[in-house]
């Protein structure tokens, strides 16, 4: 995350994503046609930064909105190259109803002050389920002793994390609760998941 310790900080407050949709930049992963969702077998670089295509995202065509969206005369220099698609897949083969999506979870953020680090993990498939962990809660013994570890609950974190960037917008990061305040001010690094290909489930 774009900060470094209490001097500089890009942002006021970072929220996480929930979840990450990888599906469109994975290779040999089947992926929508961005105008009819159909089967996509082409992706076109070009098209990426055409402003007529509104937000910038990845485009990727079947093969006839491919040949329906480079007649234009402005795209006609476009060079879309072919898609990887699994053999199982191929464009004269049967496809399903639904094409799916390739995403992954939000598990833990690693969150960092000056030197101390601080991280908050999810326990557990329910979203409101969140662990604090500070390894330096408490110390025994003064300059020659040793930390004690500390994990809280706080589960009031995901209400912050489900929060729209607007209402985000609207609060002051000073009103926020301790735990709530460290996860959107100190993230420094998000680890994410696919429940789907976890060995352990």
């Known amino acids: 995350m774009p900060r470094n310790g209490k001097n500089f900080k890009a942002f006021r407050t970072i929220q996480p994503s929930l979840e990450l949709d990888l599906t469109d930049l994975l290779e040999e992963t089947p992926r929508e046609c961005s105008i009819c969702q159909e089967l996509a077998v082409n992706e076109c670089l070009d098209c990426y930064g055409d402003p007529s295509f509104g937000i910038r995202r990845i485009k990727q065509f079947c093969r006839v909105c491919s040949q329906q969206v480079h007649k234009h005369r402005a795209r006609r220099s476009h060079h879309p190259r072919p898609l990887h698609l699994p053999k199982e897949l ?112």
Request: charged share 20%.
């Open 90 to 201: 191929s464009p004269s083969g049967s496809l399903p109803e639904i094409i799916p999506r390739q995403t992954m979870q939000l598990f833990g953020v690693l969150c960092i002050e000056t030197s101390h680090y601080v991280a908050f993990t999810r326990q557990g498939p329910d979203v409101h389920q969140w662990l604090f962990f500070d390894s330096m809660a408490d110390r025994e013994g003064g300059l020659n002793g040793f930390n004690i570890p500390r994990v809280t609950p706080c589960s009031e974190v995901a209400d912050y994390l489900e929060m729209s960037p607007e209402e985000l917008r609207s609060l002051d990061p000073k009103s926020l609760p301790a735990c709530a305040r460290r996860l959107l001010c100190d993230a420094y690094m998000c680890f994410y998941h696919s429940p789907s290909l976890g060995l352990y489930k």
